[in-house]
C-alpha cells in the first residue's frame, strides 16, 4: 500500500466532512474508487455526510461484496437511506452480500421508506424474551451490545412487544427475576406507518430517550432514538421554512451528484477542496479514464 493511500485514508479519518464534500462532486464511479479506498469506518463517517442521492450512487458502483461489507460498516437506519435511493435490482445485489438478519432489517425498511417511523428506526434495540432472567438478559446484552443505550424491550414468543424496563431498572433488579416481572406495560410506541409529523409531535418524547416501534401486529421492528426524532424536527422546520441556500446546494447535489471532476488526483483534496472547474467535453471513455485515486493506473 503506497504511502499516498496511507495519508488519504488518515485525511479521511479525521476530516469525513471535508472528504464527503469532494466525492459529492465526482462522478459516482471515481466516487466509488474513493470509498472503495477507505477504511470501512472511515466510508461509513463520509457515508453519513454525504448528499444520500450522490451515496446511494457512490455504493451502487461498487462490487456486491466490498458494497455489502460497507453497508454493514454504517448505521442500519443510514444504509437503509442509501439503500431505498438504489433501483430494485441494485438494491438486490447489495442486500445479497450482507448478513442474513441486516438484510431481513434493510427490506423491511427500504419497504417504509425514510418519512416514515419503519424507514427510521435501530433494528438493534435489545429486545428479549420476556421468561428470561435477568441475569441472562445481561448474558444477552453482553454478548450482542450493539445497539444498547437506555432501554431493553421485552417481547412474547410472537415477538409482540410486552413492555420495557430501563437499564438502571434492570442494573438493581435481582438477577433471578424474570424480566417480564419488572418491565413497564403499555409503553408509550410508534407505529411503523406513522409519518414524520406524527413522529415529531409525539408526547413521549418528553419522557423517553427512544420510542419502540411496532407493526400493525404489535411485533417489535426496533426503537427510534432521541437524536432521530430531534433530527426529523429540523428536518420538518427546514420545510416549513422553505429551501435555504444549503438546502438547494444539496437538492442540485441530490438531482445530478454534482459537476464532472476537475481533480484527478484525491490525494490534493486532502490538502485543499478547490472548485470543480466547469465541464468542457464528454468524459473520456473507460478504456482512458484515469484514476482519481493517487497512483492509480489508467
Request: charged letters at 25%; one cysteine or more; aromatic letters at 6%.
Amino acid at each position: 500500500m503506497s504511502a499516498e493511500i496511507l495519508l488519504v485514508r488518515a485525511f479521511a479519518a479525521g476530516h469525513p466532512e471535508e472528504v464527503a464534500r469532494f466525492i459529492e462532486r465526482l462522478p459516482p464511479e471515481y466516487a466509488a474508487e474513493v470509498l472503495g479506498a477507505l477504511e470501512l469506518e472511515s466510508a461509513a463517517q463520509v457515508l453519513s455526510r454525504t448528499v444520500p442521492l450522490a451515496a446511494a450512487a457512490a455504493v451502487s458502483r461498487l462490487e456486491a461484496k466490498p458494497g455489502g461489507e460497507l453497508l454493514e460498516a454504517c448505521h442500519p437506519t443510514l444504509a437503509a437511506d442509501i439503500l431505498f435511493r438504489m433501483d430494485r435490482a441494485t438494491r438486490a445485489r447489495l442486500l445479497e452480500a450482507v448478513s442474513p438478519t441486516l438484510a431481513e432489517d434493510l427490506k423491511r425498511m427500504t419497504e417504509f421508506g425514510p418519512r416514515r417511523a419503519g424507514g427510521r428506526l435501530d433494528p438493534r434495540a435489545p429486545a428479549l424474551p420476556e421468561t428470561l432472567s435477568v441475569a441472562e438478559v445481561f448474558e444477552r446484552l453482553r454478548a450482542h451490545p450493539a445497539g444498547v443505550m437506555h432501554y431493553v424491550y421485552a417481547i412474547d414468543a410472537e415477538r409482540r412487544l410486552t413492555g420495557v424496563v430501563n437499564m438502571r431498572e434492570l442494573m438493581l433488579a435481582r438477577p433471578e427475576a424474570p424480566l417480564g416481572t419488572i418491565v413497564t406495560r403499555e409503553p408509550e410506541l410508534l407505529y411503523a406507518q406513522d409519518p414524520l409529523e406524527v413522529i415529531a409531535r409525539h408526547a413521549g418524547w418528553k419522557r423517553n430517550h427512544a420510542l419502540p416501534v411496532i407493526d400493525r401486529d404489535r411485533r417489535f421492528l426496533g426503537a427510534l432514538r432521541y437524536s432521530t426524532f430531534r433530527a426529523i424536527e429540523t428536518e420538518l422546520g427546514q420545510a416549513a421554512a422553505g429551501p435555504s441556500a444549503d438546502q438547494t446546494a444539496s437538492a442540485l447535489a441530490e438531482l445530478c451528484a454534482l459537476g464532472a471532476s476537475a481533480m484527478t488526483r484525491f490525494i490534493g483534496a486532502t490538502f485543499a477542496l478547490e472548485a470543480p472547474e466547469p465541464d468542457r467535453a464528454e468524459p473520456p471513455p473507460p478504456s482512458i479514464r484515469r484514476s482519481v485515486l493517487p497512483g492509480g493506473m489508467p
